[in-house]
């Protein structure tokens, strides 16, 4: 894992201690990194609902065939292969 140094305020820096010393996480880190997933999701939501929006206005509905399924699938995990390539993962 890599390490990043992050400067905040004091006010904020307190936020994050509070968080940690509530019990609900164990380490600055792990706030810090479901923060980071929090947002990730939050911007994938954000890219989704155009394109479901764009799919239901795109015409007459067609049935979903099983190689439709492992297509969308795969299309699917490609970011997180990615990823995880990259992270040497």
């Given amino acids: 894992m890599l390490t990043m140094y992050v400067s905040l305020p004091g006010e904020m820096k307190e936020f994050v201690e509070n968080q940690v010393n509530s019990g609900r996480y164990n ?20 890219r989704l609902e155009p394109m479901l ?31 995880k390539a990259r992270n040497g993962g």
Wanted: charged residues 40%; hydrophobic residues 25%; glycine residues 4%.
């Fill in 27 to 46: 380490s600055v880190s792990e706030y810090i990194r479901e923060l980071v997933r929090k947002d990730e999701k939050d911007r994938a939501q954000e």
């Fill in 53 to 83: 929006l764009a799919g239901t206005e795109s015409g007459s509905p067609t049935a979903l065939t099983p190689e439709n399924w492992n297509e969308i699938r795969q299309e699917a995990r490609k970011p997180f292969s990615e990823r």
